[in-house]
């Protein structure tokens, strides 16, 4: 495993012909000499997804090395991403949608900046992070949330309970976790299982807000009526099981700790 601050980009793609380029085209032409390589796992598709993300890899000017994987029979997200990061050969791996496009220059070095500031980062999100915690019902609620849907500062690295994708991951750290746990499969609280995990380790995680596009209606799961319901029946069950594999962490001391990196732009 190479040391620095080297990056794989790990994504899983699904039937995404009409936004793969664009999505493939900010990975390459925005990132540091950095970013050795893009694993790009195909999820049972069915469409021109293939065709157009070899389009998009020809087209923009790049040094990463770009490898495949092609599943017959879609897996979804849990699995796929465990492809992935079990393939890096990198010290980070970031695992990114199909459905957003990266306009931060220089993303990957953004990114790392949050492991340089905490010696026991796990991972961070470009998107969100959040405390979560059992309320008066029952039921997991959220709070302190920070990150680019509550207009956090880019200065701002907020540690929480838990992140969402995309995300950074420490790949020596996220070995000794054995990976995202597959139980979570198809999709959804893997992540935040991820999390939970590492502090028990004591490594935190947080978000570092990244320049990204993404619209809602982009994700294919959300088009598909068939493929929605199977989404939410596997975030109902896997909600059940953060509450069950976690209920200590839950109803205890939050992780909330806010750092500020100066001279950010």
């Known amino acids: 495993m190479l040391d620095d601050n080297s990056v ?38 069915t469409d021109h997804s293939e065709e157009n993300a070899c389009k998009a890899i020809k087209d923009f000017s ?51 900046e949050p492991f340089k500031m905490v010696s026991n980062m796990l991972c961070v999100s470009g998107r969100g992070a959040e405390d979560e915690f059992i309320d008066v019902n029952g039921a997991l609620g959220k709070m302190n949330v920070a990150g680019r849907d509550v207009h956090s500062p880019r200065e701002l690295l907020a540690i929480r309970d838990v992140i969402n994708r995309p995300f950074m991951v420490d790949n020596i750290k996220l070995q000794e976790l054995n990976y995202l746990d597959e139980e979570f499969a198809p999709i959804d609280g893997d992540d935040r299982d991820l999390c939970f995990r590492g502090y028990r380790r004591g490594w935190v995680s947080g978000c570092y807000v990244i320049d990204y596009e993404s619209e809602i209606m982009w994700g294919t799961t959300r088009k598909n009526p068939n493929s929605y319901k199977i989404w939410d029946s596997s975030a109902i069950k896997n909600n059940k099981k953060i509450f069950e594999r976690h209920f200590d962490l839950l109803n205890g001391e939050k992780h909330t700790q806010n750092y500020v990196r100066e001279n950010v732009k």
């Not at 699904?14 to 694993?39: C, F, H, M, R, T």
């Not at 040094?63 to 079990?86: D, P, R």
Request: proline residues 2%; hydrophobic residues 40%; negative net charge.
């Open 8 to 45: 794989s980009i790990v994504l899983p793609v699904y039937n995404q012909q009409d936004l793969i380029y664009k999505v493939i085209g900010g990975i390459l032409s925005n990132a540091s000499p950095n970013v050795k390589e893009l694993l790009i796992i195909l999820d049972g598709c």
């Open 62 to 112: 790049h040094a990463m090395e770009i490898k495949f994987f092609i599943k017959q029979v879609s897996e979804w997200e849990v699995l796929c991403c465990n492809t992935g990061f079990k393939n890096s050969s990198c010290k980070y791996s970031i695992s990114i949608q199909d459905d957003i496009i990266l306009t931060e220059k220089n993303y990957d070095i953004r990114w790392v």
